[in-house]
């Protein structure tokens, strides 16, 4: 079944950067774009951006435009977030999310990656 | 930047009995309104896309209507396992795509 596997807990400081990857498994890769949202404690959800996998193009939400670039590595089936200059706001739970055949919502989502930014 | 905004925040609800909450869009979104389901350290789960096609595998007790501005999820015959916050998310304008705020359903 399909799955999106993503890596574990970060820790960061103040203006420091993270990385965090989705490894997907069990569909090609390439035929689907990866979303990437977050959700602050007892917060919603909050879209940050996509890519389109086979092109690599991407657009950001105007929220992290200088702070956010998405990438993907095709031949390990991964999509990356990297987000730089954190802020003790950016504490979150990061989910990876693919792209339904039915539009921009989204109908696999992995586990979450919790990045604490704290000094 | 469409805002949606969910009604209300939390709903309590007997067993058995049906739960009915809202989801309103600031402006036109068609019928490109999705609802997912997250339980407490889960990821969200889609539930319903195009406003009221129900995504597969999920029971037809979760159903969905609305179109243009205002939208309904409704859960019949509720189970305790229905006990979740349930997320709206419109996909017709953007970016960026919006989420509402939730609506937590407790079973009493």
């Known amino acids: 079944q399909v799955q999106l596997m993503q890596s574990g807990a970060e820790v960061k400081k103040p203006g420091a950067s993270v990385r965090v990857s989705c490894q997907a498994s069990?569909?090609?890769?390439?035929?689907?774009?990866m979303h990437w949202v977050r959700q602050a404690p007892g917060q919603s959800l909050e879209w940050m951006g996509w890519?389109?996998?086979?092109?690599?193009?991407?657009e950001y939400s105007q929220t992290f435009q200088d702070r956010l670039t998405i990438t993907r590595d095709t031949s390990a089936s991964t999509a990356y977030l990297d987000l730089s200059s954190l802020k003790f706001e950016d504490t979150a739970i990061y989910f990876c999310a693919r792209r339904s055949v039915y539009g921009n919502l989204f109908d696999y989502w992995g586990q979450g990656t919790l990045v604490t930014v704290s000094s | 930047e469409i805002v949606m905004t969910q009604s209300p925040a939390t709903l309590s609800v007997s067993p058995g009995e049906t739960a009915t909450f809202s989801c309103r869009a600031s402006?036109?979104?068609?019928?490109?309104l999705a609802w997912y389901q997250q339980k407490p350290g889960q990821a969200p789960r889609l539930l319903i896309y195009?406003?009221?096609t129900g995504a597969p595998g999920i029971p037809a007790r979760f159903s969905g209507s609305g179109y243009g501005t205002e939208f309904t999820l409704t859960i019949s015959s509720l189970q305790s396992e229905d006990s979740a916050i349930y997320y709206c998310q419109q996909y017709d304008t953007w970016p960026p795509l919006t989420f509402g705020g939730g609506t937590k359903v407790e079973i009493k």
């Open positions: 195009g406003a009221s």
């Open positions: 890519i389109n996998i086979r092109t690599g193009a991407t």
């Open positions: 402006q036109f979104v068609s019928n490109n």
């Open positions: 069990a569909y090609s890769f390439t035929d689907y774009a």
